[in-house]
T-cell receptor
Framework: QKEVEQDPGPLSVPEGAIVSLNCTYS??????FMWYRQYSRKGPELLMY????GNKEDGRFTAQVDKSSKYISLFIRDSQPSDSATYLC?????????FGQGTELSVKP | EAQVTQNPRYLITVTGKKLTVTCSQN?????MSWYRQDPGLGLRQIYY???????DKGDVPEGYKVSRKEKRNFPLILESPSPNQTSLYFC?????????????FGPGTRLTVL
């Protein structure tokens, strides 16, 4: 079993939709949780990070962590075509960073 | 401009021919790391370095070597490449290993081993 599981999609939504991206994990030692966005032919870029259960909001993006269920989510409100990318969850333990498989998102105008 | 650079960007080689992929950052970052990205598997960490002369294995270190003799450089060495090392490789750096130290990724190196 992978330490971090993420539905690879692809996910296609119309512009303006609310998008929900999810990851589950098995290692209780993970302390920090991140979401990266990767555009085609580019390296990933950090979108959001959090280290506690609950919600963290940044503009149209909300990261949610439920440590008791070992489940994290990223919500995108009012999705835009420019949000079309691959979204990767990542979890940190010390110097190690474990990524999910990534979910490919396409937002259609 | 603050950046992470990788060379080469594209490489086609043959099984067993030693190669080095260079990574350099100009942000005086302490932490550097190498990842490989494969379809359906996401990004997997190969090696990381918390500082000069300090390196540690990630999830998939087999078949790779690294060295960190200077702060700015973190080369990835494949002593005897094999076809299963065909992948997209990313180098990344951050000020430290803490959560709020954002990792900056290089542009990637696409390696094909025949």
């Amino acid at each position: 079993q992978k330490e971090v599981e993420q539905d690879p999609g692809p996910l296609s939504v119309p512009e303006g939709a609310i998008v929900s991206l999810n990851c589950t994990y098995s290692n209780s030692a993970f302390q920090y949780f991140m979401w990266y966005r990767q555009y085609s032919r580019k390296g990933p870029e950090l979108l959001m990070y959090t280290y506690s259960s609950g919600n963290k909001e940044d503009g149209r993006f909300t990261a949610q962590v439920d440590k008791s269920s070992k489940y994290i989510s990223l919500f995108i409100r009012d999705s835009q075509p420019s949000d079309s990318a691959t979204y990767l969850c990542a979890m940190k333990q010390g110097g190690k960073l474990i990524f999910g498989q990534g979910t490919e998102l396409s937002v259609k105008p | 401009e603050a950046q992470v650079t990788q060379n080469p960007r594209y490489l086609i080689t043959v099984t067993g021919k030693k190669l080095t992929v260079t990574c350099s950052q100009n942000m005086n970052h302490e932490y550097m790391s190498w990842y490989r990205q494969d379809p359906g598997l996401g990004l997997r960490q190969i090696y990381y370095s918390m500082n000069v002369e300090v390196t540690d294995k990630g999830d998939v270190p087999e078949g790779y070597k690294v060295s960190r003799k200077e702060k700015r450089n973190f080369p990835l060495i494949l002593e005897s490449p094999s076809p299963n090392q065909t992948s997209l490789y990313f180098c990344a750096s951050s000020a430290g290993a803490w959560i709020n130290n954002e990792q900056f990724f290089g542009p990637g190196t696409r390696l094909t081993v025949l």
